[in-house]
């Protein structure tokens, strides 16, 4: 037995085969062989969001005829070749070739306690930090133990200075880790944000009036896609009629989009059935919000 290990640039997508579904006489019925699926149980709907690992576990495919013990076809060596073959890099693949024992332990980044417990913490500060913050976490670039040791010190910044400078740092700080998130892999995530503070340079925005006449303000947005939700912004985006009447809260609007994984319109198979994911993701959170 062998296991491959992808990290992947969209998190995988997850349907159900209907192995044991009853034949009927409804021909349309049955050309949907597949269902949508956000999340394979529960359980793996917690880890889901912050996941972009596939792993596969190979098995040799034949045996030597006078000896079952020894397998004649390495699955490994053909995959390296299938990559190859691929024009991949061969930085990309890590092989071990000797017998290794991987040793890992359960730090519970994700757990249901754990992220109930930031939740409320992200509901005492200021709404633009707290959302800085949480895309941090959604956008995977801190799990839970970092946001915590970062939190202690966001909470100092917000009683010595405004609000505003806490969330532009914090924006460039999102910037810092999204444009290299293993630029030193010696620093941790705090002492990066400590160094960057030191070098912060605040400079407060100021109303536009070519951007007022132009109809223009600055949203947040929020793009959900069958596992995650994806957090960015504030970017300047037209306004409208509404948004002006109530300028004075523009921090309270969001811009909503619902997107497949690589963020491009919903797309599937003709033997795919996504109504039930349609009903399920996207009606619940119009019902119910996120």
């Known amino acids: 037995m062998s296991d491959v290990c992808f990290e992947t640039v969209a998190p995988p997508v997850f349907e159900e085969f209907a192995f044991h579904e009853r034949i009927t006489g409804d021909k349309e019925k049955h050309k949907k062989k597949f269902k949508r699926l956000g999340s394979l149980d529960s359980r793996h709907a917690i880890v889901a969001p912050y996941a972009q690992q596939l792993r596969l576990v190979l098995y040799p495919e034949h045996r030597d005829r006078f000896d079952p013990s020894i397998f004649t076809h390495n699955v490994i060596e053909e995959f390296v070749e299938m ?58 670039l801190l799990h839970a133990e970092d946001l915590e040791k970062l939190l202690s010190r966001v909470r100092t910044l917000i009683s010595r200075k405004d609000p505003a400078y806490v969330c532009e740092l914090l924006r460039k700080y999102y910037g810092e880790l999204k444009a290299c998130p293993s630029c030193d892999w010696r620093e941790s995530p705090l002492d990066h944000f400590t160094r960057l503070e030191r070098q912060f340079k ?89």
């Not at 109809?215 to 912004?233: A, K």
Request: hydrophobic share 35%; aromatic share 12%.
């Open 83 to 140: 990559c190859k073959t691929a024009n991949l890099p061969s930085s990309m693949i890590m092989q071990f070739r000797e017998r290794y024992q991987l040793e890992a332990d359960s730090c519970e980044f994700f757990s249901p306690k754990r992220l109930h417990k930031l939740a409320k913490e992200f509901k005492r500060l200021p709404w633009p930090v707290a959302f800085q913050l949480e895309s941090l976490l959604h956008n995977r």
């Open 202 to 290: 605040f400079h407060p925005r100021q109303p536009s009036n070519d951007n007022a006449s132009k109809g223009h303000f600055q949203c947040c947005h929020v793009t959900i896609t069958p596992t995650r939700m994806i957090l960015e912004g504030p970017y300047a985006v037209h306004s409208n009629r509404v948004i002006r009447e109530y300028s004075q809260f523009e921090d309270s609007f969001l811009r909503v989009d619902f997107r497949d994984e690589d963020r491009l319109q919903y797309r599937w198979a003709c033997d795919v059935d996504g109504t039930d994911y349609l009903d399920d993701r996207v009606g619940g959170i119009l019902k119910n919000g996120f």
